[in-house]
């Protein structure tokens, strides 16, 4: 159960949450589904890969590589600040060059708010741990929620689907003891409000 704890951990890795919400926003929702072409869909995955997946990967591998951190995994509450501020950089970084483009505003309402998920728990990481990993899964739930109001649609295999790999993040996390049940469920709460929020309320900077 542990190893199946730990592939389900890096499977669902917080630094992929960006991509999949989006991801799944193109290929859902009816709205943005003919919004902008291949290419188009194209360049904005690259842009959110790079900006959430592999530079703050690589920054995280360098913190490791000088001692920054101890784990790739940051067990030690203290130890987040820095991979997390860096990482919020980039995100903030992959989102000025999106809003270069004259995109969706749900689109950025989503990216967004994964900024703002960020942002929220290096905050409270500053006094308390909180899953970073419940944070992201439950965003994505939260963003796709968002979608099925303001467009006015729903995809009941989609949200079932989604409910099931959240229930298995948070459960990998609590089977590993990266965290108490507190951690996890304040990370699903904060994930799902935040970006659900943004999306709905279709917020833009």
Request: charged share 10%; aromatic share 12%; hydrophobic share 55%.
């Given at each position: 159960?542990?190893?199946?704890?730990?592939?389900?951990?890096?499977?669902?890795?917080?630094?992929?949450?960006?991509?999949?919400?989006?991801f799944?926003?193109?290929?859902?929702?009816?709205?943005?589904?003919?919004?902008?072409?291949?290419e188009?869909?194209?360049?904005?995955?690259?842009?959110?890969?790079?900006?959430?997946?592999?530079?703050?990967?690589?920054?995280?591998?360098l913190?490791?590589?000088?001692?920054?951190?101890?784990?790739?995994?940051?067990?030690?509450?203290?130890?987040?600040?820095?991979?997390?501020?860096?990482?919020?950089?980039?995100?903030?970084?992959?989102?000025?060059?999106?809003?270069?483009?004259?995109?969706?505003?749900?689109?950025?309402?989503?990216?967004?708010?994964?900024?703002?998920?960020?942002?929220?728990?290096?905050?409270?990481?500053?006094?308390?741990?909180?899953?970073?990993?419940?944070?992201?899964?439950?965003?994505?739930?939260?963003?796709t929620?968002?979608?099925?109001?303001?467009?006015?649609?729903?995809?009941?295999?989609?949200?079932?689907?989604?409910?099931?790999?959240?229930?298995?993040?948070?459960?990998?996390?609590?089977?590993?003891?990266?965290?108490?049940?507190?951690?996890?469920?304040?990370?699903?709460?904060?994930?799902?409000?935040?970006?659900?929020?943004?999306?709905?309320?279709?917020?833009?900077?």
């Amino acid at each position: 159960m542990r190893k199946i704890a730990v592939i389900t951990s890096a499977i669902l890795h917080p630094l992929m949450m960006p991509l999949l919400a989006v991801f799944i926003a193109f290929k859902f929702d009816w709205y943005l589904a003919g919004r902008l072409v291949s290419e188009q869909e194209n360049v904005i995955y690259l842009i959110i890969a790079m900006s959430t997946i592999a530079f703050p990967g690589i920054n995280i591998l360098l913190l490791k590589w000088y001692g920054v951190i101890s784990s790739l995994s940051m067990p030690i509450r203290k130890e987040r600040s820095a991979p997390f501020v860096s990482t919020l950089f980039f995100f903030g970084l992959g989102y000025y060059l999106l809003r270069k483009g004259s995109l969706p505003i749900p689109l950025y309402g989503i990216y967004l708010g994964c900024c703002l998920v960020l942002f929220l728990v290096i905050l409270i990481n500053l006094r308390w741990k909180i899953s970073i990993h419940a944070a992201g899964i439950a965003g994505v739930v939260g963003s796709t929620l968002g979608l099925f109001q303001i467009h006015d649609f729903s995809n009941l295999w989609l949200i079932t689907i989604l409910i099931v790999i959240a229930g298995l993040t948070l459960s990998s996390r609590l089977l590993l003891s990266a965290h108490t049940p507190a951690q996890v469920y304040a990370g699903a709460l904060l994930g799902f409000a935040t970006t659900y929020t943004t999306v709905v309320k279709e917020w833009v900077i």
